[in-house]
């Protein structure tokens, strides 16, 4: 892989965005190898957290390839969002582990949308958040208009899109749209602290943790029931005999 690199330890992977002359931009390509490097990491068990990250100390991602795509029609416009829904940004929201996206620096347009579309956000203090499509005369395509509703509200969302101004970390952890701003020294070491807490826990109470809280993001089930089965699926795992077993010994649990 050319983009995207990949490390393992600990049951943690991390994954940097790795296109420095481009703020690490999301072309094709990078697409694809995020996209395939999430079907290699959702089978490997040995991994239970995923921390995404961006090259150098300047940008998460400052967007969606801007030189691909200036020259695209209506359909090719269309396709080109199709597809980066299907081939990450839903894979993403719906990975069966947790991810945390250390937003390092600029992540403007679609890589807010990434970021977004993580499940955890931990933001340096030089970030800059933004989603600056209407200044291109596009509108978010990567599900920006769909998630920064759900993180901040309507009426900010509504202000950030049609502004198409940017926001400091700070105003971020604010209103809602990371849940941490570190100084940038300390990201790093913050997101894997993060991540090691998570992966000691039961990673199959963990994912359906994602499942049931995915459940009341979708229209089309009932929330409160998905949570009720999966409440009811942990009854019959390995983990949780070892989880209730451990409490009742007065150690801890070995997941
Ligand atoms: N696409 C392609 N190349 C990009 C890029 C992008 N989104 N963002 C930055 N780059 C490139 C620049 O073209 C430049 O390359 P060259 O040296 O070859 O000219 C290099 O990265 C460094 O960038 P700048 O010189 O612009 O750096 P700066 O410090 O002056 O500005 C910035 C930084 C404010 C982030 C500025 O680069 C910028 O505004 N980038 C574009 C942000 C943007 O509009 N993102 C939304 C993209 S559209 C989208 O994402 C659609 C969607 O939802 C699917």
Redesign the pocket.
Known sequence: MENVLLEINDHIAQITIHRP???N??NKQTISELSSTLDELSGNEDVRVLIITGSGN??FV???????FAEFSVTEGAQ??AL?HEMLFDKLENFPKPIIAAVNG?A????L?LAMACHIRIASDNAKLG???T??G?I???G?TQRLPQLVGKGKAIEMITTASMINAQDAHTWGLVNQVVPQAELAATCQKMASKIAHNSPSAVSAVLRAIAGGFNDKVNGYNIEISEFGKCFGTDEFKEGTTAFLEKRKPNF
């Open positions: 002359q481009a703020l931009a999301l300047k940008a400052a967007g969606a390839d801007i030189k691909e080109l969002a980066g600029f403007l347009g679609g890589g949308e989603l600056p499509e200044s291109l596009l978010p395509g990567y920006g």
